[in-house]
T-cell receptor, first 120, second 112 residues
Framework: AQKITQTQPGMFVQEKEAVTLDCTYDTSDPSYGLFWYKQPSSGEMIFLIYQGSYDQQNATEGRYSLNFQKARKSANLVISASQLGDSAMYFC?????????????????FGQGTRLTINP | DGGITQSPKYLFRKEGQNVTLSCEQNLNHDAMYWYRQDPGQGLRLIYYSQIVNDFQKGDIAEGYSVSREKKESFPLTVTSAQKNPTAFYLCASQQGDSYEQYFGPGTRLTVT
């Protein structure tokens, strides 16, 4: 079974509108972390936002917020006031298990991505 | 500037040849990772390393090898045993007490 599912292969949004990118996940581990990354056409991966499974509040970073619904196992990314520069691929990813200082490395599982296009 | 460098950006090889992709970081991060990305797909973990002289297989390690002789360097060798080596390869690093992985610019490998 897919651990991370992004059901929207592509989305088209008018500039300045808000957009929600969907992400559902599957894990039986009570401790996990959820990430969103942006990948422009140049290829590099840019970290946007992180939500830990025990975090009480939804994460926010500037125009980005993560709509975390634990019972539904969803972690949707909301971009407010979209800009032309937001056009890119967006990936949801998950780490299973706690982040351990001793363990160090964390294995991430990525979804297949959503291509977001912002129209002027 | 601190960051991760991967070279070259584009790499072309003939089938049957081994090729090594470089990844260097000056962030003093303990953990390093190699991912593979195929067109229209997400990233898949090849190998990762938590500390010098130690590394672990990821989800798709077959046909690849790595070494971690120095903290700042984590080269990936794509061997002739890898059946479909043409892909975009991304290297990342992470400090042990932080959740954020920092990515390099990637190397696009084409094998014909």
């Amino acid at each position: 079974a897919q651990k991370i599912t992004q059901t929207q292969p592509g989305m088209f949004v008018q500039e300045k509108e808000a957009v929600t990118l969907d992400c559902t996940y599957d894990t039986s581990d009570p401790s996990y972390g959820l990430f969103w990354y942006k990948q422009p056409s140049s290829g590099e991966m840019i970290f946007l936002i992180y939500q830990g499974s025990y975090d009480q509040q939804n994460a926010t970073e500037g125009r980005y917020s993560l709509n975390f619904q634990k019972a539904r196992k969803s972690a949707n990314l909301v971009i407010s006031a979209s800009q032309l520069g937001d056009s890119a691929m967006y990936f949801c990813a998950m780490r299973e298990g706690p982040l351990s200082i001793i363990q160090g490395a964390q294995k991430l599982v990525f979804g297949q991505g959503t291509r977001l296009t912002i129209n002027p | 500037d601190g960051g991760i460098t991967q070279s070259p950006k584009y790499l072309f090889r003939k089938e049957g040849q081994n090729v090594t992709l470089s990844c260097e970081q000056n962030l003093n991060h303990d953990a390093m990772y190699w991912y593979r990305q195929d067109p229209g797909q997400g990233l898949r973990l090849i190998y990762y390393s938590q500390i010098v002289n130690d590394f672990q297989k990821g989800d798709i390690a077959e046909g690849y090898s790595v070494s971690r002789e120095k903290k700042e360097s984590f080269p990936l060798t794509v061997t002739s045993a890898q059946k479909n080596p043409t892909a975009f390869y991304l290297c990342a690093s992470q400090q042990g007490d932080s959740y954020e992985q920092y990515f390099g610019p990637g190397t696009r490998l084409t094998v014909t």
